[in-house]
């Protein structure tokens, strides 16, 4: 089906993401940093990105600045899976969505698989 970014540092959330994007078709690649993403992204030019924006060393918000620099990338769609609250940004929403490319905004503590595997497929729909 579709190559997904998956930028999850804590392992157990990957692997689970990972395992749950897989059985449903997609290629997964999972990073646990802003750099080996943006690494990864050069390699398999991804369909779509999940991201959590608390990383280690560089910020999922540096991520996607850099990430939206290659001209290549500016179209892929981003769901962002984090345990930040949406309300952090609400008055830099127009910047998430518009600059930044973010397609949706997933609270962790309130998002299960399903929510997850469903936002992808949607996304994934309006980007083809």
């Known amino acids: 089906m579709a190559t997904i970014l998956l930028i999850e540092p804590?392992?157990?959330l990957a692997e689970t993401y990972h395992q749950a994007l897989q059985q449903v078709g997609h290629k997964v690649v999972p990073c646990a940093s802003a750099q080996a993403a943006i690494i990864a992204a050069d390699q398999i030019?991804?369909?779509i990105v999940v991201l959590e924006l608390q990383l280690v060393e560089h910020s999922g918000i540096e991520f996607l600045y850099e990430f939206r620099s290659y001209q290549d990338w500016q179209s892929i769609p981003v769901i962002i899976n984090s345990f930040v609250p949406?309300?952090?940004f609400k008055s830099n929403n127009k910047v998430l969505s518009s600059e930044l490319g973010?397609?949706?905004y997933l609270y962790k503590p309130s998002t299960n698989l399903a929510t997850l595997l469903k936002k992808?497929?949607?996304s994934?729909?309006?980007a083809v």
């Open 10 to 12: 804590d392992r157990v």
């Open 45 to 47: 030019q991804p369909d």
């Open 86 to 88: 949406v309300a952090e």
């Open 102 to 104: 973010v397609v949706d």
């Open 120 to 122: 992808v497929a949607r």
């Open 124 to 126: 994934l729909k309006v």
